[in-house]
C-alpha cells in the first residue's frame, strides 16, 4: 500500500519534470533557430551544418533545412537537393528550394536537370524561370516561337533587375528574330526612366556591345552626351540620344523640355522617338507640382499610338485634371485591350462619353451606363463609383456564415498554418507571412476554397496576425467578411485615444489598416515604424509639439507611444488643413507641404484628384 502512495505521488513530480524538460528542449531549438537565421544572413555555410542536427523534429525544422542547403546550393550535388526537398516535402520551403536550385540550374545551363525539375514547381511564379522555361519550350517546338517570345518580352519588361533568366532568353529570341532591335530599346528606355542604368546597359550591351559602355556616361551627365552631338542620322545614335533625354528629363525636367526644341532633334528623332519623349515628359509634368496644367501641352507634341502605356494613363489623368474629355477619350482609345479594360480606364471612358455627348446626349448615356454596368458587380473603388453613377447603392454586402467548428478544427489542422504560426511567435515574420501565403494558395490544386479561406482568415484573426488576417479574407470571391476585411484591434487604445482629441475611431482605424496592416513592428524603406507608420524626424517633433517630455526614438516601437504619437500628427494635419479628412490623409503619408500645394491647385472632383495625388 505504502509503495502504491509512494508511487502515485511522484506521478505529478514526473508530470512536471517532464513538461519542464521539453519546455527547455523547446527553448533551446527556438534558440537556435534564430541562430540558424543569423547564419544564414551571413552566409556562414558551416555553422548552419553544425547546427542543423540541433532543430531535429522541431515544427520548424523545415526553415533550418532550406536556410542550411540554400547556403551551399551552388556546390552540393542534384541528390543532395533532392534528398532535402524530400526531407521538408509538402511545406513552402521545398518549393522555395526548388524555386532557387531551378534558377542556379538554369545559370548553370544544366537544362536536363532543370526540365526534370520544373514539373514539381508548385508556385511556377518565378519570371526568371519561366523565361527559361519558355525558351526550351521554344527550342524543343513544344510551343510557337513567336508566342514563347512575347511572353519572355512580357516577363522581361516587368524584371526590374539584370537578371540572367529573362535576358538570357531575350538574347535567344533576338538572335533568332522573334524579338525585335525595337522591343530591345524599349526595354533599355524603360530601365533609363527608372533610373537603373545597369538594367539598361545590359539591353543596349544584346545589340551593340560597344554603346553599353556609354549607358553609365549617359546616366551620370545626360546634358554632356547631348551636348558633344550634333547629328543622330543612325538608328543607334538616336536611340542613345533618346536615352540621354530620358534620364534628363529625370534629373531636369525644363532642360529636357528645351533639348526637344532643339531644331536637331526636331528634325532627326523620328516621330515614335519624340512622342515617346514627349510622353515621358508629359508624365513629369504631370506627376510635379506646378506643372499639371502645362502637361497636356507637352503629351500634344506627340502622338499617342506611340506612346508607353503609363504614358497614357498620366495623360488621362492630366485630362481628367483640366476637365479636358477629349484628351481623356483619346488616351484611353489609344492603350492595349488589357489595359483598356481595366476597371479604371472602363470608368473614365464611360466618364468621358458622358461629358463629351458623343455622338449625341443619349447615345453617349446609353453606352456609358454599359460600360458602367460592366464593372459595378465588383468591390473595389472603381467599381463603387460606377454602381453610384447607375444609381445604385453602394452597401456593404451581407456577411456570410461563421466558420463551423470543423472548418476551424480542419485550418488548425493545417500543418503549413501551424509551421506559420510558430514562425510569427518565434519573431520569423518572413518567414510565417511566406508559409501562410503558400499554404492558401498551392498547397492544394487551385488554392483554398472560400470557406477554407474563411476559416484560415478567423484562424488569423484570433492569433492576432492580423496582416494575414485581412490578406486571407481580402481573397474569398463569392462573399466579403467585413470585420475579418477591416478588423479594429488595439480598441481600448485607439478609441479613447481618438475621442480624447476629437478624430474619428474610423478614419483612425483606416489609415493604421492602410499603413501597416496592424502590425505593431512594421518598419518601412524609409524609415517609417509601428502600427501609424511614423517617421523618426515626425515623432520627435510631434512630441514637442504635444509636449511629450524625454521622448526617445526607441520609443516609437511602442505601440501605445505609437497610437499616441500618430495620431497627435494625424489631428495637427486635419487642423492645418481645414479639417479636410482626404486631404490630411494624404498629408500624413506624403507629407503636408505636398497637400498644402494640392490645396492651392484647383477645385477637383473628389475622384479626379484621387487619381490624379
Known amino acids: 500500500m505504502y509503495r502504491v502512495i509512494v508511487k502515485r505521488g511522484l506521478l505529478p513530480i514526473m508530470a512536471v519534470l517532464l513538461a519542464q524538460g521539453a519546455a527547455w528542449a523547446q527553448a533551446a531549438a527556438d534558440a537556435t533557430l534564430l541562430e540558424m537565421r543569423e547564419a544564414f544572413r551571413r552566409n556562414q555555410s558551416a555553422q548552419l551544418s553544425i ?13 533550418a533545412v532550406y536556410w542550411e542547403m540554400k547556403s551551399r546550393l551552388e556546390t552540393a550535388s542534384p541528390r543532395e537537393v533532392r534528398q532535402a526537398m524530400a526531407r521538408i516535402a509538402g511545406s513552402y520551403w521545398e518549393d522555395r528550394l526548388r524555386n532557387d536550385w531551378l534558377l542556379a540550374l538554369g545559370k548553370q545551363r544544366d537544362w536536363s536537370n532543370f526540365e526534370a525539375e520544373l514539373p514539381h514547381f508548385r508556385m511556377n511564379d518565378d519570371r526568371q524561370v519561366q523565361c527559361y522555361a519558355l525558351m526550351l519550350d521554344a527550342a524543343a517546338r513544344r510551343r510557337p516561337a513567336d508566342e514563347a517570345a512575347r511572353q519572355v518580352f512580357e516577363r522581361w519588361q516587368a524584371q526590374r533587375e539584370a537578371e540572367d533568366g529573362c535576358s538570357t532568353a531575350a538574347k535567344a529570341f533576338l538572335d533568332s528574330h522573334h524579338l525585335s532591335n525595337e522591343q530591345v530599346w524599349q526595354r533599355a528606355r524603360l530601365a533609363m526612366e527608372a533610373n537603373r542604368p545597369a538594367v539598361a546597359a545590359q539591353a543596349v550591351a544584346m545589340l551593340s556591345p560597344e554603346s553599353a559602355a556609354l549607358v553609365d556616361a549617359i546616366s551620370a551627365n545626360p546634358a554632356r552626351y547631348l551636348d558633344d552631338k550634333f547629328t543622330a542620322f543612325r538608328h543607334r545614335t538616336k536611340e542613345l540620344v533618346t536615352l540621354a533625354i530620358i534620364r534628363l528629363a529625370s534629373v531636369d525636367l525644363s532642360a529636357a523640355v528645351r533639348e526637344m526644341d532643339l531644331t536637331r532633334w526636331k ?43 503609363d504614358h497614357l494613363a498620366w495623360k488621362a489623368r492630366a485630362g481628367m485634371r483640366a476637365g479636358a474629355w477629349g484628351h481623356v477619350r483619346d488616351a484611353i482609345a489609344a492603350m492595349d485591350e488589357a489595359q483598356r479594360q481595366e476597371p479604371v480606364w472602363v470608368y473614365w471612358r464611360a466618364r468621358a462619353m458622358q461629358a463629351l455627348h458623343e455622338p449625341d446626349e443619349l447615345t453617349a448615356h446609353i453606352v456609358a451606363s454599359g460600360l458602367y454596368r460592366s464593372i459595378a458587380g465588383g468591390v473595389g473603388f472603381y467599381e463603387q463609383l460606377a454602381r453610384e453613377a447607375l444609381g445604385q447603392p453602394v452597401t456593404a454586402p451581407p456577411a456570410p456564415l461563421p466558420p463551423t467548428p470543423q472548418e476551424m478544427a480542419e485550418a488548425q489542422a493545417q500543418p ?178 505636398r497637400a498644402r500645394a494640392w490645396r492651392q491647385g484647383p477645385v477637383l472632383a473628389g475622384e479626379v484628384w484621387t487619381e490624379n495625388i
Open 416 to 593: 503549413g498554418l501551424q509551421r506559420a504560426m510558430a514562425a510569427f511567435r518565434l519573431g520569423l515574420r518572413s518567414e510565417g507571412v511566406r508559409e501562410w501565403n503558400y499554404t492558401i494558395n498551392h498547397q492544394t490544386l487551385g488554392g483554398m476554397g472560400d470557406r477554407e479561406l474563411l476559416a484560415a482568415a478567423a484562424l488569423a484573426c484570433q492569433q492576432e496576425i492580423w496582416d494575414r488576417c485581412i490578406n486571407t479574407s481580402d481573397r474569398t470571391r463569392g462573399f466579403q467578411d467585413v470585420s475579418q476585411r477591416f478588423p479594429m484591434p488595439y480598441r481600448p487604445q485607439v478609441i479613447k485615444r481618438s475621442g480624447d482629441i476629437g478624430l474619428d475611431p474610423a478614419y483612425v482605424y483606416g489609415l493604421i489598416r492602410q499603413e501597416s496592416r496592424f502590425i505593431t513592428d512594421a518598419r518601412s524603406g524609409v524609415g517609417a515604424s509601428g502600427l501609424m507608420q511614423v517617421m523618426p524626424a515626425t515623432a520627435r517633433w510631434t512630441a514637442r509639439k504635444i509636449g511629450l517630455v524625454d521622448f526617445k526614438p526607441y520609443q516609437i516601437q511602442e505601440r501605445d507611444t505609437n497610437i499616441l504619437i500618430g495620431t497627435a500628427y494625424l489631428k495637427l494635419a486635419l487642423d492645418d488643413l481645414d479639417g479636410s479628412m482626404p486631404l490630411a490623409a494624404a498629408a500624413y503619408n506624403a507629407g503636408p507641404a
Open 51 to 63: 547546427l542543423l542536427p540541433r532543430v531535429q523534429g522541431h515544427l520548424l525544422e523545415p526553415i
Open 267 to 309: 528634325a532627326q528623332l523620328t516621330m515614335e522617338e519624340r512622342s515617346w519623349l514627349w510622353g515621358l515628359i508629359g508624365k513629369r509634368m504631370a506627376q510635379t507640382t506646378g506643372l499639371q496644367d502645362q502637361a497636356l501641352t507637352a503629351f500634344a507634341n506627340g502622338q499617342d499610338r506611340y506612346m508607353h502605356a
